[in-house]
């Protein structure tokens, strides 16, 4: 529905059909990094005005190694993110896949990087839920109205769509479903386009995380890639990350992609893309700012230095590219 810009009624509706038993361990986990991402920003890992706003704080302290891994993560997507927004000078939309409660639409109009359009797609409970935050905090709210120069916003209880930010309920798994929702909330697959995932694929089968590759390289000419997720999963330390997360009623159903590097590679080779990447979070982790690294190393002591390095050496951060030749997307590092 169209409703008034200036009193717009985030008005929430219940989905047409009950979530999905079987994807609940996997809503589960965009609760638990939220979480894990709002206690890190407590305490000083990195700015985040927002995060407070959709995530309660956690009562239980995270442990050290956690709060670095995610300052990693955090760091690294960031770098690669504002990589993408210079190359392009801004002229290009971003698509968030899985956002969860994600805040860079916020921090990214902050710093003056926003691109023309910024997508959110997630699971429809999921997008109800951000929805109502914004719908009662005018610090999410206003930089959504004040962007927005038509009379009306559309609204329903699982999208928004406005000028600059759009979220969207969907399931990645039905790309009809999802090519048609981001078409009607103005995608333009002539923009160059950098696409996102944080532990999302690892979730879909691996002929699921293949088409969704294809459809993102095959719609547009001009596009990057990023994909945070496990890595180096055959090994012992890899095997009880599994079975942890299996008690929790949440299966991996990609893992067999995430074996090493290359394999992680491969499949976005294999998928469309021209050129790929990838990095272990510990690689990642040395490759910080050696101030910003002795900051947030003196915010709390880590007594085994050797249990974030196996952690850190089982998530990885991989980018592709595909076109933008003429505007040095293949040079993009972090």
């Not at 000028?163 to 999802?178: F, N, S, T």
């Amino acid at each position: 529905m169209a409703t008034s810009l200036r009193r717009p009624s985030f008005s929430s509706r219940s989905s047409s059909s009950p979530p999905d038993a079987d994807d609940e361990g996997v809503r589960g986990t965009c609760e638990d990094a939220s979480i894990c991402k709002r206690f890190a920003v407590s305490i000083g890992y990195w700015h985040d005005p927002y995060i407070q706003h959709f995530v309660r704080l956690s009562k239980e302290r995270k442990a050290p190694e956690i709060n670095r891994g995610y300052f990693a993560r955090v760091h690294g997507i960031r770098q690669l993110i504002k990589a993408f927004l210079q190359k392009t000078e801004c002229q290009c939309q971003i698509i968030n896949l899985g956002a969860g409660m994600d805040t860079a639409f916020w921090t990214l109009k902050d710093e003056g990087l926003l691109p023309r359009k910024y997508f959110e797609v997630d699971f429809p409970v999921i997008v109800t839920r951000k929805l109502h935050s914004i719908k009662f905090k005018s610090l999410l709210s206003k930089p959504i109205l004040d962007l927005h120069s038509e009379e009306t916003l559309q609204i329903d209880g699982q999208m928004l769509d406005s000028k600059r930010y759009a979220i969207i309920g969907a399931d990645l798994r039905d790309l009809p479903e999802l090519e048609e929702k981001l078409k009607k909330c103005n995608m333009n697959t002539q923009l160059p386009t950098l696409l996102m995932t944080e532990c999302v694929l690892v979730y879909m089968t691996p002929e699921q995380s293949a088409n969704l590759l294809k459809w993102a390289a095959n719609n547009f000419e001009t596009a990057m890639f990023i994909n945070y997720e496990q890595v180096n999963m055959d090994d012992r330390f890899g095997q009880i990350m599994i079975e942890n997360l299996r008690r929790r009623q949440c299966d991996l159903a990609g893992v067999e992609t995430c074996k090493s590097l290359e394999s992680q590679k491969e499949r976005l080779l294999s998928n469309g893309w021209e050129t790929a990447s990838a990095v272990n979070m510990m690689e990642l982790y040395s490759r910080l700012p050696r101030a910003e690294v002795s900051r947030i190393e003196s915010l709390e002591f880590l007594d085994e230095m050797e249990l974030l390095e196996q952690l850190m050496q089982h998530y990885c951060l991989c980018w592709a590219t595909r076109g933008g030749s003429e505007l040095g997307l293949k040079e993009i590092t972090c």
